[in-house]
Nanobody
Framework: QVQLVESGGGLAQPGGSLRLSCVVS????????MGWYRQAPGKERELVAT???????NYADSAKGRFTISRDNARNRVFLQMNSLKPEDTAVYYC????????????WGEGTLVTVSS
């Protein structure tokens, strides 16, 4: 079974940066469209960015111009570079294989907590 392990979260100041990483177990990573989601306290999970097997990228409006998704198929990893962080970016961030704006096909990992605060 595919396992997803996110890392790289932490505390950042407004305007700061963090780089999230997700490692995907198994040998099918290069065939998977991947996405980063986030869930803020009291809110529904939302899809932030996606990257296809061929590298086509899409962002939610909240991420455009600030976040960059990338992938390394040789290392089974997907990344999310987050710049110009805002307090409203505070959330638990997850990677998964997207099937919709709030749904995904794999078992969710534990996520990584991003807190943006001064």
């Amino acid at each position: 079974q595919v396992q997803l392990v996110e890392s790289g979260g932490g505390l950042a100041q407004p305007g700061g940066s963090l780089r999230l990483s997700c490692v995907v177990s198994g040998s099918i990573f290069s065939f998977l469209k991947m996405g980063w989601y986030r869930q803020a306290p009291g809110k529904e999970r939302e899809l932030v960015a996606t990257i296809t097997q061929g590298g086509t990228i899409n962002y939610a409006d909240s991420a455009k111009g600030r976040f960059t998704i990338s992938r390394d198929n040789a290392r089974n990893r997907v990344f999310l570079q987050m710049n110009s962080l805002k307090p409203e970016d505070t959330a638990v961030y997850y990677c998964n294989v997207p099937t919709g704006p709030r749904s995904a096909s794999m078992k969710w990992g534990e996520g990584t907590l991003v807190t943006v605060s001064s």
